[in-house]
């Protein structure tokens, strides 16, 4: 139990220190549009200026209309057009925000999916053997598209939901600094929920998007060989596979999903119980007034509570965007695991242009192996005379494709060397050894037309 306890632990303490580093990059990747985040930074403040304004003028009009029978109509009347003015210059400055929110993700995802393109044709061909295509398929589109999401959702949510909560403190403080203070001291417990809850959902999270990149792989392998699958008889395999792949999605999805819904009814129960604290407490105020106690107007006990329920708000939102966001997260640590990866050693400064090529291909004592303690190839010795015909013939796994793989130099010899034309290939430019060679792939390509 001690040691699955640590194991978890350490999981934890990992998942945090990748988390603080994907944050890092989507930041690093945002700099870019600096001036269009500031742009939506003060539109925000705009925006949330205007939506604060409209309780105080809520709340006069309440003072105009309480007292029976001494309602100043032409002062309300001010006061409505103020509260339709601000509405609708709340409405222009949340649309331009939203403009521009959507301008700042779209083109962040377009520079990360160019990135990742240009990354899949700089890898080695050793990491496209190791990764299959449809994972590599999901890291492009499907966590791309996860990043995005989130990305979306904090512009649009968290940058006026903090401008809101640091507005209504303002407010709020002008009005009646004790039930601020009261209202401020219960705020860090949101947080602590938020930060419990997004912990553990990130861990979650994580093994969804890989599993949801099986998944893809499995999916996209079976659809594209079906006539192969079905010629086998292998259908039923295949099912059962499907079955458990999906079934290990569903799991994490279903925790990751667990966690995440427990932020935002925790910290709407307890901005409840806020509320309800300082409405009680206004309405002792307000009913104090008569005896000589701390005054607080009925219109301003109306501004307050409004200002009360605009502070709780954007925790809910919040918190449901950070929620949101660990699966972003996630998503966008396998992007940057992709764009981290390293690309193909580059040539030799000394490597020379394979011009004119005879065709000698020698092979003098090479060894190579994927793994290195499984060796595959050892001490060959081959020699090909210019115009002859070779044929390399075997079972299964005997290394007929890894030797084109070794000609080709898509991989490295361990020792020995191969050679062209008397030169080492190693010191032949890569795009001038593979422009002299002609081959046939296995996999066959049908296109339409």
Known sequence: MKEENYYDKDQTDKSRKKKKSTMHRILLCIRPYLPLVILSLLLAVVSVALQLLVPIYIGDGVDVIVDKGRVDFPALLQILKKIILCICLTAAAQWIMNHVNNKITYRIVRDLRVQAFHQLHEVPLSYLDANPAGDLLSRVI????????????????????????????????????????????????????????????????????????????????????????????????????????????????????????????????????????????????????????????????????????????????????????????????????????????????????????????????????????????????????????????????????????LLMRFYDVNSGSISVDGTDIRHIRRTSLRDNYGMVLQDTWLKAG
């Open 142 to 405: 499907t966590d791309v598209e996860q990043l995005s999401d989130g990305l979306l959702l904090g512009f649009t949510q968290l940058f006026t939901g903090v401008i809101t909560i640091i507005g209504t403190i303002i407010f709020m403080a002008t009005l009646q600094p004790l039930a601020t203070l009261i209202v401020v001291v219960f705020t860090p417990l949101s947080f602590v929920i938020a930060r419990f809850v997004s912990t553990h959902a990130f861990v979650y999270f994580q093994k969804q998007s890989a599993a949801r990149g099986d998944l893809t792989d499995l999916t996209n392998e079976m659809l594209g060989n079906l006539k192969v699958v079905q010629t086998f008889g292998h259908e039923q395999e295949s099912m059962e596979e499907f079955a458990k792949r999906n079934g290990e999605l569903s799991g994490y999805s279903l925790k990751a999903t667990f966690f995440s819904s427990l932020t935002n009814p925790s910290t709407r129960f307890l901005n409840a119980l806020i509320y309800d604290g300082v409405a009680l407490a206004g309405c002792l105020l307000c009913f104090l007034s008569p005896f000589g106690g701390a005054v607080m107007t009925i219109g301003e006990l109306t501004s307050f509570l409004s200002y009360v329920k605009q502070y709780s708000q954007p925790f809910n939102d919040i918190t449901g965007v950070l929620t949101e966001f660990q699966n972003s997260v996630a998503s966008a640590a396998r992007v940057f695991e992709l764009l981290d990866t390293g690309k193909e050693p580059a040539d030799d400064n000394d490597a020379v242009v394979l011009s004119h090529a005879k065709g000698e291909v020698a092979l003098d004592h090479v060894a190579f192996s994927y793994v290195p303690d499984r060796p595959l190839i050892e001490n060959l010795n081959i020699r090909v005379h210019p115009g002859k015909r070779i044929a390399i013939v075997g079972p299964t796994g005997c290394g007929k494709t890894t030797l084109i793989n």
